[in-house]
Each structure stands twice: as C-alpha cells, then as structure tokens.
C-alpha cells in the first residue's frame, strides 16, 4: 500500500466520519465510518478488550452487541485474539472446528451470525488499546493492510479525543460503570478481589445464557445477590 | 561524524523509534541511544515525578541501578541535573569534573569515565532526562546534532506514548469509581447516585482525590473479613 493509497483511504474515512449524523458521538461515528469502509454488516469498537476496564464504545447492531458480549463473557474469539497477539484474527462460525470451540458453538446459536473478524486497534502501528469487530454473511475479506491501516487511524483519532467524561447518564459507559458497580457489590458481599467478582459475573451470565450488562443490572437492582453460602435469587 | 553517517544514523533512528506503550517506548530508547548514539556503552532514564521522586527507568544495563541512585541520594551528577535543573550536561571525565565529587567516586569506581544528561521531556505531571554513560574518557564532546535529533525523536515518541497512557489510565479510573460506588451500595444499601454523592463527600472531606479514595475502599473491602481469596494484590 502505497502513501497515495494511504491518503486516499484517509480522505474517504474523513468524508464519511463528516458526513455522518453530527450528534453521534465520535467514537461511534468512527465505528460506522470503519464499517463503511470495509463493508461488512455490523461492526463494534471496544477499548481494553481483555482488560478489566474494558469498555465497548459502539455497537452498530445487535448481533455485533451480542458477539461481543458473548467473546467478552467467554473470553475467547477473534477479538480476545486479535487484542493478545496484536494480529488481525477471523472465525468462520458455520465451520464445525475452529480455534475457539466455545465461542463458536455459542455464537452460532445467534440468528444471523456467519464471519466475524478482528482487527487490533494500534495508533501508531504499535501498542494495542483496542479492537475494531465486523461481522459479515460471506467468507470474502477486505485487504488485511487497508483494515489495519484504517483501524490504527481510528485509533490515533480516539487517543487525540479521548471518549472519557464521567456521567451517570446513557450510554456505552453507563453500561460499563453498571458491571464495574455490580463488581463492586459482589466485592462486598463475597470479600473477594474484583478480578474475582467479574469472574463470577461472566461465569453467572455463561451459565444462565444472558448477556453480562443483564447479570450486572440484576445485581444493581438486587434482584441477584450472592452469599457466602450460595448464590440466592429472590424475584 | 560525517554528514552521510549523520544521516544513516537518523534513519537508524527514526526507525527505531516508533512509538508504543510508555515502557516499551522508554525502553526502545535506551536502547537505541547505545546502538546510534556514539561512545555510549550504557543508557537509561530519570523520571522526576511531581513529588519530587526520581526514578531510573529502562536502564541497559543492571549497573546503572546503584549509579543512578548515587546520583539521586547525593543530589549531584549529570543526571541529577539534566532530571532536575539544567537541560543539557556533558561530562567527558567524571573523574577530573569539579561539579561532580563525590559522585564521580562512585561512577569511576564501576569503570564508567564519561557522561551525558539530556533532558528529555517536560510534561506537567512529570518531567524526564536521558543519561548517557561511556567506559572512555573523553566521550560526548560531540553530541551536536545527532544528540538534538535524537533527543527530539525520542520526546515525540514519548509524547504519543503518554497519550495512550492517559486514555488507558482514564478507563482504570472508571473502572475503579464504578467498583467503589458498587461496594458503598452494598454496603450502606444506597442507590448508585447517592453511593458517588457519598464517594464525592469522603473525597472532598478527606482532600483526597476521588481516585485515591475509590482505590482504598476497593483494597479494604477485599481484604476485609474471615473469607479472603489469598490472591489479593
């Protein structure tokens, strides 16, 4: 890919990140210009991906929300991958064997689920503080460097104008401050550490095939408490 | 240094320069400065924190440890200086150097003769220094451009380095302040905006930062109690 390339792509990527509804947040913004460019049908942006203090910016669909919970959850997938190793990753979820057995026996439960890749967000080609996901009907991937190219550009855009005022209000970090409250109160109730307490959250909504951010509001709306002796549910 | 090796050794360096997360970023430095830099045998970092705290970071070599901290306890060295006061210090023999008695005792004594101190950033919360040893007396009398370029690459790359720190360290925040107000609703049976009222009352009343106190009440609640993991950090 050569510098002309490079600017090309940029230009488009400015155009549609523009052109697009002005009172989006930037990061979804970003989000919808990236799956634009590598036309696919559903994309998430996720910061911190295996991290503690994961939080996922934008989904632009359902299935893309619930692929991400579910590698979130199961902490396996393209996306875990792609975060780790630093290196684009891709599940083909119709194949019966594949690298991450769990995560795909889980997402091809989901309506509508077929590929889904990951790219390593790397602001300046090194140093990886998130993942970009899209999920697609075919097998036919775009051009592994144009991906990654784009995916380093968001993320220099995103460490330039960092998503990170603290509100109570809506939003993707409502949810996140939701599973890091519901940590907390598991903290409390268990005496455990909060690696711990997330843990059992993600082991809680495995096992009962919910998404983490319903384990989390059962939690906060004390619908859901654990005890020393064993988790009780009161309705 | 002639101007075509000047200009292989700066592309030597760019290239080795990219920028990545903060330690890696520091330590590609140092060493870059040994492999580009002439006559240096050994490189690491001083920190200054905002405390006052100096801290070596991403030395080359475990040598520079018990040196750096000899320079740190007695407030003289060209590290010292470069972290604390003066941008730019050469020493091309410590052990003939005026400024430097009873530090260049120290560094002699480990077979180190000549050494430089380049600032290398000066941020708000922090700022830093290069240091440059060499085992030859007489080293560094020649820094010149190379010695800029290489002190300007380096603070670009830290630059980029501290802005992914600040958005990493943002998202720990969070984090954090959402486990803290969690534990305050357990605990007190309180909903989550008057948990973070309450959280911001400690802090204010405390006069510590917000931070500070979420981390405490995180620490003390796991540890607390009969029932611990035994895997507490």
């Known amino acids: 890919m050569g510098d002309l390339d490079r600017t090309t792509l940029l230009a488009r990527l400015a155009r549609l990140i523009a052109e697009d509804d002005n009172d989006l947040q930037l990061e979804a913004r970003l989000c919808r210009a990236y799956l634009a460019m590598m036309s696919g049908d559903g994309a998430a942006l996720t910061l911190s991906y295996t991290q503690p203090e994961r939080v996922t910016l934008c989904t632009t669909d359902d299935l893309a929300a619930r692929l991400e919970d579910l590698q979130e959850v199961l902490g396996e997938g393209p996306g875990p991958t792609a975060y780790v190793t630093e290196q684009i990753a891709v599940a083909d979820l119709r194949a019966e064997t594949g690298p991450w057995p769990l995560f795909t026996e889980a997402a091809r439960k989901v309506p509508g689920a077929a590929v889904l890749y990951a790219v390593p967000i790397r602001p300046w080609n090194d140093g990886v503080i998130g993942v970009l996901t899209v999920h697609q009907q075919t097998m036919e991937l775009p051009d592994a460097g144009q991906a990654q190219f784009l995916a380093s550009a ?3 855009a995103l460490v330039k104008d960092p998503p990170v005022e603290f509100s109570l209000g809506s939003g993707p970090w409502t949810t996140r401050s939701e599973i890091h409250q519901a940590t907390g109160m598991v903290v ?3 005496r455990i550490s909060p690696d711990d307490a997330l843990a059992l959250l993600r082991a809680h909504a495995f096992s009962h095939d919910i998404s983490l951010a319903a384990v989390a509001d059962l939690i906060t709306s004390r619908h859901l408490h654990f005890t020393d002796d064993a988790e009780s549910e009161t309705p | 240094m002639d101007d075509a090796e000047l200009i292989e050794a700066a592309a030597r360096l760019v290239k080795s320069l990219t920028p990545g997360d903060l330690d890696h970023t520091l330590s590609r430095i140092t ?22 705290r100096l801290e070596t970071v991403a030395p080359t070599d475990d040598v520079l440890w018990g040196v750096d901290a000899a320079q740190y306890d007695l407030q003289e060295g060209p590290c010292y200086d470069a972290a604390v006061d003066t941008v730019h210090v050469v020493s091309p023999d410590l052990g003939a150097d005026p400024r430097f008695p009873r530090y260049a005792a120290t560094a002699v004594a480990v077979g180190i003769r000549a050494q430089a101190g380049l600032r290398l950033f000066d941020a708000p919360r922090s700022q830093g220094a290069l240091n440059l040893y060499s085992t030859a007396v007489g080293s560094f009398t020649d820094l010149g451009s190379l010695g800029q370029l290489f002190t300007h690459q380096s603070a670009l790359a830290i630059g980029y380095a501290q802005e992914v720190d600040n958005l990493q360290v943002a998202l720990q925040t969070r984090r954090t302040i959402g ?3 969690g534990i305050l609703m357990e605990r007190y049976s309180l909903t989550d905006q008057r948990a973070f009222a309450f959280l911001t009352r400690l802090s204010q009343h405390g006069n510590v930062k917000l931070n500070r106190v979420a981390e405490q009440l995180v620490d003390d609640a796991e540890g607390k109690g009969e029932r611990g993991t035994g895997q507490d950090r």
């Open chain 2, 31 to 52: 060493v870059a400065a040994v492999e580009v830099l002439p006559e240096v045998d050994y490189a690491s970092i001083t920190v200054k924190h905002s405390d006052g």
């Open chain 2, 179 to 181: 486990q803290a107000i």
């Open chain 1, 188 to 190: 409390a109730q268990l």
């Open chain 1, 154 to 156: 968001i993320g220099a």
